[in-house]
């Protein structure tokens, strides 16, 4: 991104909390807050102050299949930040009595999440479609599992997991392609780590074909159908119904973004004007997906009084299955396409989102297409395409998770 | 922003919940929501579908003294949404049917806000500090006063705020100023308002002192020391402790800025450190800041379990007490500043950023500086006007918020 005075740098790890057995369960995530403890020639305040002082953006995120460590800074911080996030995954203390402290943060982490009746509805959700999968615990896991965490397991993680193949460096700002490989090569040279092992622009799809090798228990999900509710003393009703979707990269994922954006993507889809703006029924109602390796998720969520609850489950239904029944206008079409692009267009401002992009192409071996081609791919799609697609997920097993006060709402 | 292919331009109302009465509470919220609902040459699903078709991010904001409507686009499009602002903005329907039916939309929004632990937290804090002041109500207004809102007090309000000079343009992008200009002219040519009243480049300061007039009631507020807690069935306990802090554009604010981000600005922060990391009784501690026309507040908010509370009160007050009565070090300065310069050079790849700092200043009355500038007046900032400000504070009248379970937390 030439002229950019920023970088946005990630460390990623092909590794998240669906590596986890019931055993393991939060270690992925715990290892992440550990990582900014200390290591042999920096302790836990030298790597919070390293970060602060560039005035970046500077974090880490765990998720069930993935882990990232962060920055975007000024490129003239970026050799620092570069040899810190290096240190930080590779030399980590993993000090015992800092883990011992950091249980209580991590505990307040869950707690306050708890307190979200979004990040609940959420968890109940994954929990109710996944059944005994791994991919049905919540990303931290839980506070009684926190609680006899051992040390040895975050040790036993850590020398299995942030090891190659599984980790991938990827950047995108204002630095050349050139300096970046010199910092991270001088990074693993000061951390004692060998070399890269390999490395390519943006420009060369050198992504590999199943993305990196060694990720994950390749145990398949299988939906499972239902519906839960968490009682809980809120106004509002949450509401998350959803079917089995499309996995990342999946071939049809164009039409899938097409259907996502037309149903409930934006303030003129039609799950907006419908439960909204022609009914009032609800400030937030929209389209959501999670894509793992082998599996994804499609759903609609909205927030509600209670007594509104079965009304706006019936509307959301009834706006999927017109999509499926009726083969939208190519004016619609239109309007969904030229949204896409612009989106996409706009996207390639942010080194943060480019890096992103690059990182799960190559995580999950899908290979990285120029901007221009994806607003083509998005272009070839058909309105029969999304149809038909609306059609198939319809006539999927489905779930329903409510989070708020009791309500008897149901799908029917 | 040469070379930029985005733009953001935001239309902005000096005017905001603090100039509203008791009787016409949440009127300047509701209003907001209404200028999507409808012009005499477009409906409400027009204006969604010609905002969602730019790909853009594209919403308004209504606080306690300032609306704004804005949209980031490509700056193809920025001609067509200039359009489509100024005419929402002079020529909304404001239409009684809709009106009634965007009741329920904005009751479900105060609903779901009053779900969310930290937004009752900070409005409660208001409530209290303001006493009597119209900056102690909700920006959206309660429930009850909305279900009896009066259709004709929005069309009062409209009338009476939405004129010049309240009215102000603000853009940032890759568009040139004389494009910009010309736009908004068109704009304004085919709304049939008039035309602007002024413009001025970023870099010629001709930002009005005292700002536009006409603003708010200049009722100057008295801050109300006390307690409050509202009691809710959470898990953590959400804590809010303050006291009166700097209004909006105060000569001193740039130290007021390195004493904010020291005590409580990143994860190196005085109270980051000595909360959660030294001790691990919190996950989220930071300084918070509400600047007004003429009067500020200054606050430590923290989320933690109940049992801990008291303890990360005193933990809170002993720390900012320390920076009163230490004068910290050159080196611990040094990187407040450099943190500082870092975030804004990094602010100034934003857009949106950039958009927002032109209308403030000229709203406030702030003169605009120069990125260098403002660094060299950072960089000027000393010890020791870091610490006697933090003792000035210090010696103010303080207040305290709880929301979460009963606890017996003071502050002492």
Redesign the interface.
């Given at each position: 991104m030439p002229?950019?005075?920023?970088e946005t740098i990630g460390i990623w790890v092909a590794a998240g909390s669906r590596d986890e057995s019931t055993e393991t369960a939060g270690s992925t995530h715990f290892l992440e807050h550990m990582l900014?403890k200390g290591t042999p020639t920096k302790d836990?305040?030298t790597i919070?102050?390293a970060?602060?002082?560039?005035?970046?953006?500077s974090n880490a995120i765990t998720a069930k299949e993935l882990t990232c460590y962060y920055s975007?800074?000024?490129v003239t911080?970026l050799s620092d930040i570069t040899s810190l996030l290096v240190d930080m995954v590779s030399n980590s203390n993993l000090d015992a009595e800092e883990f011992e402290?950091?249980?209580?943060?991590?505990?307040?982490?869950l707690?306050?999440s708890?307190?979200?009746?979004g990040d609940v509805l959420f968890d109940d959700f994954d929990e109710l479609i996944f059944g005994d999968h791994p991919l049905a615990r919540p990303v931290g896991a839980t506070k009684d599992q926190i609680r006899v965490l051992g040390h040895h397991t975050l040790l036993d993680h850590h020398s299995t997991t942030y090891v190659p193949p599984r980790l991938v460096i990827a950047a995108a700002g204002g630095a050349t392609h050139e300096e970046v490989l010199g910092m991270v090569d001088d990074a693993l040279a000061q951390a004692g780590v060998g070399s890269q092992a390999g490395s390519h622009t943006w420009d060369s799809p050198a992504a590999t074909a199943g993305g990196v090798p060694g990720r994950g228990a390749r145990e398949v999900p299988t939906f499972h159908s239902g519906r839960s509710h968490t009682v809980k003393?809120?106004?509002?009703l949450g509401i998350l119904l959803g079917c089995e979707g499309l996995e990342e990269g999946h071939p049809d994922r164009f039409v899938y973004s097409v259907l996502l954006t037309m149903l409930g993507g934006?303030?003129?889809?039609r799950l907006?004007?419908s439960v909204?703006?022609?009914?009032?029924?609800?400030?937030?109602v929209n389209c959501v997906a999670s894509q793992f390796t082998d599996f994804g998720t499609f759903g609609i969520y909205a927030?509600?009084?209670p007594e509104n609850g079965q009304a706006v489950v019936d509307l959301a239904l009834a706006e999927w299955d017109r999509l499926a029944q009726e083969v939208p206008s190519r004016t619609e079409l239109d309007?969904i396409v030229?949204?896409?692009?612009?989106?996409?267009?706009?996207g390639?401002?942010s080194s943060a989102a480019r890096m992103n992009r690059l990182a799960r192409s190559e995580i999950f071996g899908i290979p990285l297409e120029s901007p221009l081609d994806l607003i083509e791919r998005v272009r070839s799609v058909t309105a029969e395409q999304v149809s038909t697609m609306a059609g198939d997920l319809m006539g999927r097993p489905k779930s329903l998770s409510l989070v708020g006060p009791q309500a008897d709402v149901v799908l029917r």
């Open positions: 002229g950019l005075a920023s900014f836990a305040k919070a102050a970060f602060d002082r560039t005035g970046g953006d975007r800074c000024l911080d402290r950091e249980r209580g943060v991590i505990i307040e982490e707690a306050m708890a307190d979200d009746p003393d809120t106004e509002q934006g303030m003129s889809s907006f004007q909204r703006e022609e009914r009032g029924l609800a400030y937030a927030g509600c009084t309007a030229s949204q896409l692009s612009g989106s996409m267009i706009l390639l401002e």
